[in-house]
Structures are given as C-alpha cells and as structure tokens.
T-cell receptor
Framework: SQTIHQWPATLVQPVGSPLSLECTVE??????LYWYRQAAGRGLQLLFY??????ISSEVPQNLSASRPQDRQFILSSKKLLLSDSGFYLC?????????FGPGTRLTVT | DQQVKQNSPSLSVQEGRISILNCDYT??????FLWYKKYPAEGPTFLIS?????DKNEDGRFTVFLNKSAKHLSLHIVPSQPGDSAVYFC??????????????FGKGTLLTVNP
C-alpha cells in the first residue's frame, strides 16, 4: 500500500531564515505530487505540483520554491522566510481521481 | 476569485441526526468533486467523490449529491456520530483525465456533533 511521509512535523523558524520541508512517497511510481498550505482560518491553497522528476509547476508567486530530485521525493524550500509563510504545509500524491495527503508540517515563523 | 465556496464556516448537529454540508462552485469546467475530512494537526482524509455524469454517490453513512444546473453539491452524513466532528473540505477538478490534474478546495466547514 502507498504511504506518504513528511518531516519535520513541527518547525519554528525566525524571519529571514531558510526552509526545507521534505515529502516522500512509498508504494507507487512516478506519482503526481503536490504541496499545499493551510493558513490559519483558511482553506487549502495549492502551492506547487509536479508530474515527474525535475518538473515543477507553481500556482502562487511567492518566496517559496519546490524541487523534485527523485521520483518519490518532493521538497519545499525558501531562502528567506517571511512571517506570512507560517501555516500548515501538506504534501499529497495523486491516486486515480483522488489526492492522498501526508500528516503535514506545522511551520511557525517568528 | 473563489471557484469553490463553502458558505457555512460551522455547523452543529445532534448525535444521530443528519448532517448536511453544502458547497457551491462557479467553474462549469469542473467535472469531478470530492469531500475530505480533516482533524486538527492532521492531513485531510478522502471521504467520497462524485463524477459530473452522476447526481448521487453513496458510501455507508455518507452520500454526496450533485446538482449541476445549480452548481451545487452537498454531503449528507446519516446518522451523525461524535467522531464525525471535524473540518470538511469540498474540492473540485476540471481536468480529471489529464496529467496536470489538480484540485481546487473550499475553505471548509467545521462540523460539531454533540452527544
């Protein structure tokens, strides 16, 4: 069966510091992968998606970036965090028509 | 421009009664609709979905209804249980058969089922 992992689970970072969040999927090959953010009191905002290694589509212009160095690995990064980057970050992979989400990373920028 | 709208931020229901969560959409190109359930500090869990070629899909206590002419869908939970208390997200896709498949989510409705 398929499993999706995210780490770290929680992170507190100062403004201006870099960020790296990792997502890995097990039990499937060449999945579509997605990064979402849920800000406080908001819905799920799609940030990036990838249909394969090295292929990244950005949905929202911002100071975040994504990379897919391996088939089942998806990384979310930032060179300098802003206060507005705080939120709950979720990675997901595509099944048939559904998407399945990881446990999420709670990021607090102070 | 919010293409998927959940106009009720919260809903409170008694245990054993029916919970009805509503969702409206504006994009007529959406052809697949999904409901997710989310507990605090966890990732959303897929619940049930419906294709635009259908008007109803049922899975146990959960039923989703789609009214394409009104661009409206609803999730019915019968009977409601305290463990159903969570945030429910409605989502839609307009490219269900394509490689660049993505979902557009509503802002969610917090359901509280009281014992």
């Amino acid at each position: 069966s398929q499993t999706i992992h995210q780490w770290p689970a929680t992170l507190v970072q100062p403004v201006g510091s870099p960020l790296s969040l990792e997502c890995t999927v097990e039990g499937t090959s060449n999945p579509n992968l997605y990064w979402y953010r849920q800000a406080a009191g908001r819905g799920l905002q799609l940030l990036f998606y990838s249909v394969g290694i090295g292929q990244i589509s950005s949905e929202v212009p911002q100071n975040l970036s994504a990379s897919r160095p391996q088939d089942r690995q998806f990384i979310l990064s930032s060179k300098k965090l802003l206060l507005s980057d705080s939120g709950f970050y979720l990675c997901a992979w595509r099944g048939h028509y559904e998407q399945y989400f990881g446990p999420g990373t709670r990021l607090t920028v102070t | 421009d919010q293409q998927v709208k959940q106009n009720s931020p919260s809903l409170s229901v008694q245990e054993g009664r029916i919970s009805i969560l509503n969702c409206d959409y504006t994009n007529s190109m959406f052809d697949y609709f999904l409901w997710y359930k989310k507990y605090p500090a966890e990732g959303p869990t897929f619940l049930i979905s419906i294709s635009s070629i259908k008007d109803k899909n049922e899975d146990g206590r959960f039923t989703v209804f789609l009214n394409k002419s009104a661009k409206h869908l609803s999730l019915h939970i019968v009977p409601s249980q305290p463990g159903d208390s969570a945030v429910y997200f409605c989502a839609a896709s307009g490219n269900s058969g394509g490689s660049n498949y993505k979902l557009t989510f509503g802002k969610g409705t917090l359901l509280t089922v009281n014992p």
